[in-house]
């Protein structure tokens, strides 16, 4: 039974954790590289988390009160909940000790893999650019609680003189998220196993209330979500189950958290379960409806109202943020307000941007200035609106400004836009392009390349930080960028590969760098977000009408071309990727948005295809990633997703080939948008999960040419030739031989040299031997 207390009358569902210079990142790295310690990486954990309690009071959050989440990871939240629960897969059980807990060196060689061991699968949480770790589950995954980490930094709170709030994820977000393990019978569902996962589940509930916690956060997102292949029935069906049987025993209060868009259906359900608090995401979803039946039982429930956006950095429109707050007032007495979805999605805090214009400055909110936003709407809820009046002046005449100010507004940028037709958005048919590539390029059957960037040294870094100092002219540090290229091409025909890239030296991301060359764009200092594990990036900010004043590529592609007689591609960042990788403008449709771009991306392909390029590139791995979680948002998505990226390449030549490429995703919801992106060839991840996209594409009927990766980037493993042999027969056995190529699942600026270098040598040798065993029958 739980003691209910009070709700925080406003919370967050969680904050940054990679710390405000990315300390805990560096940690980790470190000790990855052996040079500190699991103690020392346990104390630089442990201040991080210290320093994001006191934080949080100083913005306004109560210190005892339960407002703060105890949302810390090392890695990822998902395999946080995995290897509490004691879900690890069988080719990691040798890490556990005799009571089955997993060391911080085990922690991460699940998530990173190790030898031939490789790591659980990843791909995105939701529609963001984060990625988490896709649990294994089976018939024989043995569940028990194998970690009480969750309970260790709520006593390490409670000693600094903090009541928190644990987080976890809730059991059946959980198990959607989860995969079939290898060992299970076909047809099975993670979701099956739920009456066995529960009493974990209670058992830490229990232990939670018995050192002093008053509510816990049980993170419950999949429920927003129909993308999920699980028939919705089963999925309401399990909320009912697991929280008839979570609510009863000793143990704290229980809210659930819900981000990303609106429970819908699952809301009544929930009402109806005996949970104290339930939180409702009012950004990207709808207030409940007024008749709906469920709202005349909520009795104490609390509806907590996710007004303020955290997956987005402006200023917003705090009135009608209040608004909403008000409008829940009219179900129940008891309203509390938070964020939408966790902070860890925003950079820390907006005053660490010194560079920043201070006019755009005034119209954001990173983290830090959310969580004030809270407690002002929380200071109102329970003073009334009058008292809290002048903050919500102050963010409406800060939401005008922004609106009125040059540059929001193109007029000629918009007057193309208005000039569109339909014939913009085509090419010639497909089977013509493809008999004039052929004869064009000479490709061999299998042809090798790699996504685009190759790994960014110490030395690379140091030469970008020195230039952007000032301390290299420009053409000190164009040269210096040069040598990069020679040694990159150098490599790539030693070798082998037949399509060459120039390696992306010169860019510090594959959005920032486009970022700072178009007009309607800022980049930040110090905006640091977690995209996933210890892998951080500087979201820009979108902020007004898009243009490119000048090309932005064409002088790197032509230069590497030099270098060669093999076709060299040249490298951009699609359109939609450009957004969903952005704090995009939130004042006019995304697909609007996308459009500008779109025709910034077509000049610069123009202009490679004038300079001799022969293929282009047009990268677009966040194409699944922003797909809308509701089913009826689907189609319109898809309809601008797909129309900006063939605007940005219906204007090429018939030789001209177009790749695109995807990763880290299900791409079995979009596979028809990706045949109707008609890109000329398409790489995509596939190596981590198996060729799992291989029976997608088969079952599609997809025609035109395709690169499932070989060679998964995201571990340091480097896989063997046996392997890689392996993954290019499965593809084989699914795909026509004369449309596969083969390159690793994405681009290699993350990894080391000398692993790159291996493997790429191994991708190699095991091309050259499927092409002797099979080429002859092509």
Request: glycine share 8%.
């Amino acid at each position: 039974m739980s003691n209910q207390t009070s709700f925080p009358a406003g919370t967050i569902l969680g904050y940054p954790r990679i710390g405000r210079r990315r300390e805990l990142k560096k940690a980790v790295e470190a000790f990855w590289a052996g040079t500190i310690s699991a103690d020392e990486l346990e104390s630089t954990a442990a201040g991080l988390r210290s320093a994001t309690r006191a934080r949080l009071v100083e913005l306004g959050l109560g210190q005892s009160d339960s407002s703060i989440p105890e949302s810390f990871s090392y890695y990822d939240q998902v395999l946080d909940a995995a290897v509490t629960v004691g879900a690890v897969p069988s080719r990691f059980a040798d890490l556990a000790d005799s009571d089955g807990r997993i060391d911080l060196a085990g922690y991460f060689t699940i998530a990173r893999g190790e030898g031939s061991r490789a790591p659980l699968e990843m791909t995105k949480w939701f529609d963001t650019n984060y990625h988490y770790l896709v649990p294994e589950i089976g018939p024989e995954t043995a569940f028990t609680l194998a970690s009480e980490r969750i309970l260790d930094e709520f006593l390490e709170a409670k000693a600094e003189g903090y009541l928190t709030r644990p987080a976890i994820v809730g059991p059946v977000t959980f198990l959607l998220l989860s995969k079939a393990s290898d060992d299970a019978p076909e047809g099975y569902q993670p979701l099956d196993r739920l009456a066995d996962l529960l009493p974990v589940y209670q058992e830490l509930l229990a232990k939670l209330a018995d050192a002093g916690a008053e509510w816990v956060q049980l993170d419950e997102s999949g429920l927003v979500s129909e993308s999920i292949d699980v028939p919705r029935a089963a999925t309401l069906a399990a909320v009912e189950t697991a929280y008839a049987t979570l609510t009863t025993g000793e143990r704290p209060s229980i809210f659930v958290a819900s981000a990303y868009n609106s429970l819908d259906d699952a809301l009544p359900v929930l009402v109806a379960s005996g949970v104290e608090a339930i939180g409702l995401d009012l950004v990207r979803g709808s207030l409940p409806d007024a008749l709906d039946p469920a709202l005349g039982h909520l009795g104490e429930t609390v509806l907590v109202g996710g007004v303020i956006d955290g997956h987005n950095i402006w200023r917003g429109d705090l009135a009608a943020a209040y608004d909403k707050l008000e409008a829940l007032g009219r179900f129940t007495f008891n309203v509390s307000v938070s964020s939408s979805t966790s902070l860890f999605h925003l950079p820390h805090d907006v005053e660490d941007e010194s560079k920043l214009d201070p006019r755009l400055k005034s119209w954001l909110a990173f983290a830090d200035q959310k969580v004030r936003q809270i407690a002002t709407l929380a200071h109102g809820l329970s003073g009334g609106r009058v008292v809290i009046e002048e903050e919500l002046e102050a963010a409406t005449a800060a939401l005008a400004d922004r609106l009125a100010a040059p540059g929001v507004r193109d007029g000629d940028v918009r007057a193309r836009e208005a000039a569109l037709v339909g014939s913009d958005f085509e090419r010639d048919a497909y089977a013509e392009r493809l008999e004039a590539q052929e004869a064009a390029l000479g490709l061999p059957f299998l042809p090798t390349t790699t996504i685009g960037s190759f790994p960014q040294t110490g030395d690379i870094r140091r030469a970008r930080a020195r230039f952007v100092k000032g301390e290299l002219s420009a053409e000190e540090y164009t040269e210096l960028m040069r040598d990069e290229i020679r040694r990159v091409v150098e490599l790539q025909e030693e070798i082998g590969l037949d399509v060459l890239v120039h390696g992306e030296p010169e860019r510090n991301d594959m959005v920032q760098y486009f970022a700072e060359n178009l007009d309607g764009f800022a980049v930040t200092e110090n905006g640091w977000v977690q995209s996933y594990g210890s892998r951080c990036t500087r979201p820009s900010i979108l902020w007004g009408d898009v243009s490119r004043p000048a090309p932005i590529t064409v002088d790197w592609s032509v230069f590497t071309q030099s270098l060669t007689s093999k076709p060299v591609k040249g490298m951009l960042t699609g359109p939609v990727t450009i957004l969903a990788w952005s704090f995009v403008r939130d004042d006019q449709p995304l697909g609007e948005t996308a459009r500008q771009v779109a025709f910034a991306l077509r000049d610069e392909i123009h202009d490679l295809e004038a300079a001799g390029i022969g293929i282009v590139q047009v990268d677009e791995p966040a194409l699944r990633e922003l797909l809308p979680l509701k089913k009826r948002d689907q189609d319109a998505y898809l309809e601008w997703s797909v129309g900006s990226f063939k605007l940005a390449t219906a204007g090429v030549q018939t030789a001209t080939q177009i790749h695109t490429h995807l990763c880290y995703s299900e791409f079995g919801v979009v596979i028809d948008a990706i045949r109707k992106l008609d890109a000329d060839v398409t790489s995509i991840e596939a190596a981590r999960s198996r060729m799992e996209v291989v029976h997608d594409i088969e079952a599609s009927g997809f025609d035109h040419g395709v690169g499932p990766g070989v060679y998964d980037i995201h571990s340091p493993r480097v896989p063997s030739v046996d392997e890689v042999t392996e993954l290019l027969e499965k593809a084989l056995a699914s795909i026509p031989e004369r449309q596969v190529w083969v390159n690793p699942d994405c681009g290699l600026k993350t990894r080391g040299y000398d692993e790159t270098v291996q493997s790429l040598r191994n991708v190699l040798e095991a091309t050259r031997a499927v092409r002797e065993r099979v080429g002859s029958s092509v």
